[in-house]
């Protein structure tokens, strides 16, 4: 008779490296337990075993009285003990079943037995046949879907891959993923990360586009079920194998470069500029001019109306959307509309004159295309830089609408998030009370079903914007605080909480407040781009001697050079030298005054239009 032994809880596995080391443990300990109750899956032997290892090979020590764990269960090398015992029971199995597992140990912890089967050339009720004994002897368990198994234990399966040698596997995945591709030909949308996973562990120097090309789909996938960081898992893997090829293809390069710089802006926008630069040298060394252009439109997320993320005041972004400008013809009309609406909000950041045209033709080029991710970068694009020279009512309700077919559209929610927030800045500028709600609704339902850090800070600052708007200086203090904390940038984060805070004691009457509220003001920041102007707004609302210097600064570089929004910085600039009683005052006032008249004739925006007349 048989006997089936359930295995240890993690409690009871704890009580047994407790016991095994005199409970003196480190206050690390609770990860490396975790970790090791679900490696050997609660098997007293198999725990005991790979202890009895870590400690042989120096990775389990003792220290002060106390045993100190600095190893990464999941990499330690299988115990010899552990590997023999496994072995030795498996050599009792029929060499039938044996081929099945290991097979099966290649395709993974959970596997389909009709495909295992057919990586070796039977049907499937053969294949269960084989696999019996090693389900009544304990080593697979059957699943509750038809026809898939488990290993029992993980360690079990390791022993079988070990066993199955480096070059047999390569040769396995390959297979297994050309099973999955004929086994399942009618649902491959089930099987895309087996498919990526496989072909990418199966790719050789002469054979990686099927790898390429199944890790952009399944990231695709899963960035639409808001699951990034398994995207961005899929295409790290895929520029892997795509970097066995000698010389790598370009095009199979770039392409998840790019993909990579779409999937990472939004909540690291540094790794994304890194994936976007090198995607744009690749493509120019090999002049492909269409990879080019995406290179610089993968960063759509970093410009919106009031952002610009990891531009931090160069030119990079600039002079990459220029330099696919170049290549123009090479572009499709969905690419170029973004690339050249990017470049003239950009351009209008650093400072630089922004050709109307370029922007008027974007939006006729996004019309054309037709795709939402167009529309909403189109959308911003010309919101901003209609900005500078006064929006109309006309040309805002017809971004609006664009950026409403964002949110709503069927789309991964990273584009409905960015949407949302130029959404809900473009209904302030109208004054549009439900618009915003939406908008806001929108972004906070984005942050919570992606869990992105971004989303999270842009849903506080407007919350701290609309307590600004109803003068509620409460909501404003808590909603910056709030935001602040949860800013991607810690530098903006303090710069912007530092101006807010200070907005409000100074319209309670409490300005001798602010320097206790925001610390060292040098310690915001340098003068470049926009923190510049805000910075000498704070010390300005402050009354630190130092103001007229960092004002002296920023007006040396020019009021619109590199800043996320040049309206609001020349509106703080100007407020700045008004507040500091600076020699220049009314000339910067005047500028700021006549840049806003269209705007505030119009309906404008409520915060330009009260930090100039602040000034004024």
């Given at each position: ?42 098997n ?29 269960i ?10 023999e ?23 993974g ?61 390569v ?29 990418a ?19 695709d ?14 295409l ?40 976007a ?18 290179a ?22 600039v ?55 167009t ?74 079903t ?108 020019g ?41 505030i ?16």
């Amino acid at each position: 008779t048989r006997i089936r032994l359930r295995g240890l809880d993690e409690a009871e596995t704890d009580d047994l490296v407790r016991a095994l080391a005199g409970d003196d443990l480190d206050a690390g300990a609770r990860p490396f337990i975790e970790a090791l109750h679900q490696r050997t899956e609660g098997n007293p032997f198999f725990a005991v075993e790979l202890l009895r290892h870590l400690v042989d090979q120096g990775a389990l020590e003792r220290r002060d009285g106390h045993w100190n764990i600095e190893v990464d269960i999941d990499e330690s090398v299988l115990p010899e003990g552990i590997r023999e015992v496994v072995s030795r029971r498996l050599r009792r199995l029929p060499p039938p079943t044996i081929g099945m597992l290991e097979v099966a140990a290649v395709a993974g912890a959970h596997f389909d037995a009709e495909v295992v089967g057919a990586v070796l050339g039977v049907d499937l009720l053969d294949g269960l046949e084989r696999l019996d004994p090693a389900r009544s002897a304990g080593f697979v368990v059957e699943t509750s879907r038809a026809n898939r198994f488990a290993f029992a234990h993980a360690l079990t399966r390791s022993t079988i891959q070990d066993q199955v040698g480096v070059s047999r596997r390569v040769d396995l995945h390959r297979r297994i993923a050309e099973a999955i591709e004929e086994v399942h030909a009618a649902d491959l949308g089930s099987w895309l990360a087996d498919l990526a996973h496989h072909h990418a562990r199966g790719a050789h120097p002469g054979s990686t586009a099927a790898a390429v090309h199944w890790a952009l789909a399944a990231a695709d996938q899963a960035r639409r079920s808001a699951a990034n960081a398994d995207a961005i898992g899929l295409l790290e893997q895929g520029l892997v194998a795509a970097r066995l090829a000698d010389p790598p293809d370009a095009t199979e390069v770039t392409d998840l470069l790019v993909a990579l710089a779409e999937t990472t802006a939004v909540d690291d926008p540094l790794a994304a500029r890194a994936y976007a630069t090198e995607a744009g040298a690749v493509a120019e060394a090999a002049g492909l001019g269409h990879q080019l252009g995406a290179a610089a439109a993968s960063l759509w997320s970093l410009v919106n109306t009031t952002n610009v993320g990891a531009v931090d005041g160069d030119r990079w972004l600039v002079d990459l959307c220029d330099l696919a400008l170049g290549a123009a013809d090479a572009l499709t009309p969905s690419i170029r509309a973004r690339v050249l609406g990017m470049s003239a909000l950009l351009h209008l950041w650093v400072g630089d004159e922004v050709e109307a045209e370029n922007v008027r033709h974007a939006v006729g080029l996004a019309a054309e295309a037709g795709d939402v991710v167009t529309s909403y970068v189109v959308a911003s694009a010309s919101y901003g830089t209609d900005l500078t020279h006064g929006l109309t009512p006309g040309r805002a309700r017809a971004y609006l609408e664009l950026l409403e077919s964002s949110v709503d559209a069927d789309v991964d929610w990273q584009i409905k998030g960015m949407a949302a927030v130029s959404m809900a800045m473009l209904c302030s500028t109208l004054g549009d009370a439900p618009g915003f709600a939406l908008a806001r609704q929108r972004i906070e339902t984005a942050r919570d079903t992606l869990g992105s850090p971004r989303l999270a800070s842009w849903s506080a600052w407007l919350e701290a914007m609309e307590g600004l708007r109803r003068g509620a200086w409460d909501q404003v203090l808590a909603a910056t605080t709030a935001a602040r904390d949860v800013t991607v940038d810690p530098l903006i984060g303090d710069v912007m909480w530092a101006v807010h805070t200070g907005s409000v004691l100074l319209h309670q009457g409490r300005a001798g407040e602010i320097l206790a509220y925001v610390g060292d003001v040098p310690a915001l920041g340098g003068i470049e781009g926009s923190v510049g102007a805000y910075r000498a707004l704070v010390e300005a609302l402050a009354g630190d001697d130092r103001a007229t210097a960092t004002i002296d600064g920023v007006l040396a570089l020019g009021p619109l050079r590199g800043q996320p929004s040049g309206l609001a910085t020349v509106g703080a600039t100007a407020w700045a030298v008004a507040v500091a009683g600076h020699r220049d005052a009314a000339p910067v006032v005047e500028e700021a005054l006549s840049r806003y008249t269209g705007l505030i004739a119009s309906g404008g925006s409520w915060r330009s239009a009260r930090w100039t007349a602040c000034s004024a």
